[in-house]
Nanobody, 116 residues
Framework: QVQLVESGGGLVQAGGSLRLSCAAS????????MGWYRQAPGKQRELVAT???????NYADSVKGRFTISRDNAKNTVYLQLNSLNPEDTALYYC??????????WGKGTLVTVSS
């Protein structure tokens, strides 16, 4: 089992920045990929960014150049730096830990609201 706790969400004006954190606990050595997903009101959950155990990253086209995912292995924490935010980034942001293709874990989410 893996437990994930997100933090860092909040209300920010367009053009502003936030940093989200996801603290992992449990059988963390089994995690291969960690990622951030988001779900806006009335929309499906979508991938934002992922980072592998080796540090390789992947981003959704909509956030490339604005968001940065990173990890601190000593703290078992993954971060998502959100810059140049716009109202379309408003969503509930979820942390995900993928063990295998068919086994993964989710946090409860942290809300990001961007005002225009």
């Amino acid at each position: 089992q893996v437990q994930l706790v997100e933090s860092g969400g909040g209300l920010v004006q367009a053009g502003g920045s936030l940093r989200l954190s996801c603290a992992a606990s449990g059988v963390i050595g089994s995690i291969n990929v960690m990622g951030w997903y988001r779900q806006a009101p009335g929309k499906q959950r979508e991938l934002v960014a992922t980072i592998t155990k080796g540090g390789s990253t992947n981003y959704a086209d909509s956030v490339k150049g604005r968001f940065t995912i990173s990890r601190d292995n000593a703290k078992n924490t993954v971060y998502l730096q959100l810059n140049s935010l716009n109202p379309e980034d408003t969503a509930l942001y979820y942390c995900n830990a993928k063990i295998t293709v068919t086994l993964d874990f989710w946090g409860k989410g942290t809300l990001v609201t961007v005002s225009s």
